[in-house]
């Protein structure tokens, strides 16, 4: 660390503080200012100069994955606004690929193919994009298992599954009644559910209503999701809420299991310049649930159907063509018809994360605004409810004195908490956004052990299990929400930086930088065991039960229905059968069924048309995915393979002719009966080596 790199974190964190905050009130800007000069007095020490080259070595082998070798964790990073999921490994940071969830991918086909589009399907129609934040993988015994990892759409509001067999999504779910889903898709530790919290109140049901009714009309609501059936996610119950703002969430566990806990903000109920105006309160609220009190209330009928408007989009394991169904009613459960059901522990300020300790003791709060970081206690905050220690009521709902269930707070943290992950050996760490900086502390004493300075502005920390009840506590990764001077200069917007930090010892070891897509806010890991051998290698041809399905080359063919032409395609090393097409009229809707007959590993062809106003479809071995094309002029138009599959890739080709409306062309497709003995042959031989056509 150098003098002048920590002159720069200075202005970089100062002129942030400025643009970002500009309305908070000038003593904490004083206080800022005092922790930014301390975090720069840190940085300059001297000793840390010299010892530079030595940890830059040391840091270096700690990440060195040599080639052909395999990552130790897999880790997976939402893509804010790119709507996507990207998987990493750790600790080399490497790439390892980006899986599709809410946002159409040219790459893939995902969302452009027939087969994908309901995945999509909205009460809004299609709906091609989402921002994504939280990663959240299933647990068993409050464990990661490496089963599925969950995803939210924070936009219009949506939670998806994705299989870790396949890397692919195979369930989206909508979350009515609700407006941004940002807290969520946080699990139980048996993934008995995963939640969402609506993060905008809106009028529920929504309405046509003025703006200025928010207090009046304006609520939140808390939806519990089932989720351990894989296709059957549904809403078990919503909870209807004050009209505040909810903003994360975190399942208790151990002594706490059964219990949920979402922090809020802008309890003001301010509607216009929240910046301003959702910051008058110095507390703010989490919110503890009481899961089986709920389940209780909706046995016994206290949960009132509700008229709801959502869709169910769900991949058939077997045809592996997604089916959307809409949905019509929820169950809701109003907190003053089901008392116990929720209660409110004040926290200070505009809390962001709620964290919840391996030991399901410790419930941290994030106070974006707090000098400190708030810790409550979950055995205090049971003897509160039964001695009542409660300070007023909102809405029916109780609200504990702060008192009663604080276990302590940690003083002069940093500037800015936002989340907190456990290393699972007593330790907290919590990310400073304000301050640019990872603090360590430690639970119970609350005394504050380390600081590491990030690049800048760190947003979601994580330790691969960290906000479970079993973190394998190695690494810690910090992701930054600016990057600024980090990389060589790529214009005015830049990719998104993470960085990896070694927790082993008792001081944090700054190993690693690298960029990132989108903007990942949450991410998990977990050991590559636990997914790696159970990854599907390709999917079998005889199980592929799309209607569509070519299964050889004697079988494809083309047929007209009425205005539509289908086409029956196989494509296989290195040719598609039929390759040549006529017939076709303009005016004509033509939907190409590509079975990629390959039963071998990696073995993806890929299929794009010209002209097409839609992608490529890539197929992998064994699938059978459908490419729409609509011809907009008469012509010959060549259609060709997009992944370079084998040394005769560049000869996977074919034509498609298109003639006037009323055409006396006859529709044929040519089907040779020698290509498809040759087709077994390219089967049997590796990827690189195909037999001549
Ligand atoms: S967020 S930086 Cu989880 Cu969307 Cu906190
Ligand atoms: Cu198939 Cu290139």
């Known amino acids: 660390m150098t003098v002048r790199s920590a002159r720069r974190i200075f202005s970089s964190t100062q002129e942030l503080f400025m643009k970002r905050v500009p309305l908070l009130p000038k003593l904490t800007l004083m206080i800022a200012a005092g922790a930014i000069a301390a975090v720069v007095l840190y940085a300059c020490s001297a000793t840390e100069t010299k010892t530079n080259n030595v940890l830059a070595g040391n840091a270096a082998s700690k990440v060195y994955v040599p080639p052909g070798q395999y990552d130790e964790y897999y880790a997976f990073l939402s893509g804010g606004f790119n709507g996507q999921v990207m998987a990493y490994g750790l600790p080399s940071g490497r790439l390892l690929k980006l899986i599709s969830v809410y946002s159409q991918n040219p790459e893939t086909g995902w969302g452009y193919n027939e087969e994908t589009k309901p995945m999509l399907q909205t009460t809004y129609g299609f709906v091609p994009w989402d921002d994504t934040h939280h990663t959240e993988l299933s647990q068993t015994n409050g464990v990661p298992d490496g089963r599925w990892l969950f995803i939210n759409g924070n936009n219009t509001p949506r939670v998806a599954r994705i299989d870790l067999t396949t890397f692919e999504t195979t369930e989206i779910l909508q979350i009515p009644n609700a407006a941004g889903g940002h807290a969520s898709p946080f699990t139980t530790p048996d993934t008995k559910y995963i939640v969402s919290a609506t993060r905008f109140s809106v009028p529920i049901p929504n309405a046509d209503v003025s703006i200025s009714t928010f207090k ?8 519990f999701i089932t989720a351990d059936q894989p296709g059957k996610m549904d809403i078990s119950f919503q909870i209807m809420m004050p009209g505040f703002n909810y903003d994360l969430g975190h399942a208790g566990k151990g002594p706490s299991n059964g219990w949920f806990f979402f922090t809020m903000y802008n309890t003001e109920q301010a509607y216009q310049k929240l910046e301003l105006n959702a910051s008058q309160n110095d507390k703010d609220f989490i919110a503890a649930v009481n899961i089986r009190q709920a389940e209780q209330c909706v046995a016994q009928g206290k949960a009132k159907a509700t008229p709801a408007d959502y869709f169910h989009n769900v991949m058939d394991a077997k045809t592996h063509i997604a089916r959307a169904e809409r949905k019509t009613t929820v169950r809701m459960l109003d907190p003053r018809e089901c008392p116990g ?60 004195k702060y008192n009663s269930t604080i276990a302590g ?16 050996k007593g330790n907290a760490y919590t990310s400073m956004f304000i301050s640019s900086e990872v603090v360590k502390w430690k639970l119970g004493t609350w005394e504050v052990l380390d600081r590491m300075p990030v690049y800048y502005s760190v947003g979601h920390i994580m330790i691969p299990g960290g906000d479970s009840q079993k973190p394998w506590g190695k690494y810690l990764l910090s992701m930054n929400k600016i990057t600024k001077d980090r990389y060589l200069p790529t214009g005015p917007e830049l990719a998104q930086s993470a960085q990896l930090i070694d927790i082993s010892g008792d001081k944090m070891k700054m190993l690693l930088d690298f960029p990132t897509i989108g903007e990942p806010h949450y991410a998990q890991a977990i050991p590559a065991e636990l997914i790696r051998d159970k990854s599907v290698k390709f999917f079998k041809l005889s199980d592929n039960a799309n209607p569509n399905v070519t299964t050889s080359e004697a079988a494809g063919g083309i047929r007209r229905d009425g205005k539509r032409v289908h086409v029956n395609m196989i494509a296989i ?8 097409l006529e017939g076709v009229q303009l005016g004509d809707t033509v939907y190409f069924h590509v079975t990629n007959i390959e039963q071998d590993w990696d073995i993806v062809h890929g299929f794009g048309v ?19 094309w609509v011809p907009t002029i008469v012509g010959v138009f060549p259609f060709y393979c997009t992944d370079f599959c084998s040394a005769l890739h560049q000869e996977m080709q074919g034509y498609v002719r298109v003639s006037p409306a009323g055409s006396t062309v006859a529709l044929t497709a040519n089907v040779s009966a020698r290509a498809s003995s040759q087709s077994k042959r390219a089967q049997q031989t590796p990827r690189s080596v195909s037999g001549p056509r």
């Open 610 to 628: 010209m002209g097409a106003q839609n992608s490529e479809v890539v197929i992998a071995p064994g699938a059978t995915r459908t490419l729409k």
């Open 341 to 400: 059901v929720v209660y409110f522990l004040p926290t200070p300020k505009s809390p962001h994360g709620v964290d919840v300790d391996p030991s399901g003791e410790y419930i941290v709060a994030g106070g974006k605004l707090a000098t400190v970081i708030p810790v409550h206690s979950f055995s205090r905050m049971q003897k509160a409810i039964a001695d009542k220690a409660f300070e007023s009521d909102v809405q029916g709902i109780p609200v504990l």
């Open 573 to 580: 090393r290195s040719h598609f059968a039929p390759d040549n």
């Open 409 to 424: 707070e940690v003083q002069k943290p940093g500037l800015g908490p936002l989340h907190t992950e456990f290393d699972g």
């Open 216 to 223: 009046q009309n304006f609520k939140g609501t808390l939806s």
